[in-house]
């Protein structure tokens, strides 16, 4: 669920992004290489089986529609031991925003997407946290866990 930026203060030696803007894929200088798709209207990934060390979901989980799905297409792409990293904040597109989404708080916020990782399976160790806000910043939350 990548765009026109991704968020990593170094990106990784190679990085994959998926998205539904082929324009604002295109205007990534981090990305190795990326596809166009609509994870609401197709949940399974186009990749292969255990082809990804890590994956990353940053501010969109709020919008996904079959996120069980979705989080279950990760679990089949991961490699064992690898690392399914989402981060949130308390911001989101109202309109795009799952009504889950906005009926809760930030707690509960980490309850859904921990329930996701859950439901979904394939996953262990998972964990939590609010993550160092800078100055001035909107509050950043994480969810991880690692594939079984």
Same mark, same amino acid.
């Given at each position: 669920?990548?765009?026109?930026?991704?968020? &990593? #203060? %170094?990106?990784? *030696?190679? !990085?994959?992004?998926?998205?539904?803007?082929?324009?604002?894929?295109?205007?990534?200088?981090?990305?190795?290489?990326? @596809?166009?798709? $609509?994870?609401? @209207?197709?949940?399974?990934?186009? =990749?292969?089986?255990?082809? =990804?060390?890590?994956?990353?979901?940053?501010?969109?989980?709020?919008?996904?529609? #079959?996120? @069980?799905?979705? &989080?279950?297409?990760?679990? *089949?792409? !991961?490699?064992?031991?690898?690392? +399914?990293?989402?981060? +949130?904040?308390? #911001?989101? +597109?109202?309109?795009?925003?799952?009504?889950?989404?906005?009926?809760? $708080? $930030? /707690?509960?916020?980490?309850?859904? @997407? %921990?329930?996701?990782?859950? %439901?979904?399976?394939? +996953? %262990?160790?998972? /964990?939590?946290?609010? #993550?160092?806000?800078?100055?001035?910043?909107?509050?950043?939350?994480?969810?991880?866990?690692? /594939?079984?």
């Amino acid at each position: 669920m990548s765009s026109w930026v991704s968020h &990593f #203060r %170094a990106p990784p *030696r190679r !990085l994959v992004g998926l998205g539904m803007n082929a324009a604002e894929l295109a205007a990534n200088p981090v990305l190795a290489e990326h @596809v166009v798709h $609509d994870l609401n @209207v197709d949940p399974a990934l186009p =990749f292969p089986d255990a082809g =990804f060390d890590d994956v990353t979901c940053c501010v969109s989980v709020d919008y996904l529609v #079959r996120p @069980v799905e979705v &989080f279950g297409e990760v679990a *089949r792409v !991961l490699r064992p031991g690898g690392r +399914f990293v989402v981060t +949130f904040s308390n #911001r989101c +597109f109202p309109t795009k925003a799952i009504r889950g989404w906005l009926a809760t $708080d $930030d /707690r509960g916020h980490l309850q859904i @997407v %921990a329930a996701y990782f859950a %439901a979904a399976g394939g +996953f %262990a160790d998972l /964990r939590g946290e609010r #993550r160092p806000t800078p100055p001035g910043g909107d509050p950043l939350y994480a969810v991880w866990a690692h /594939r079984a």
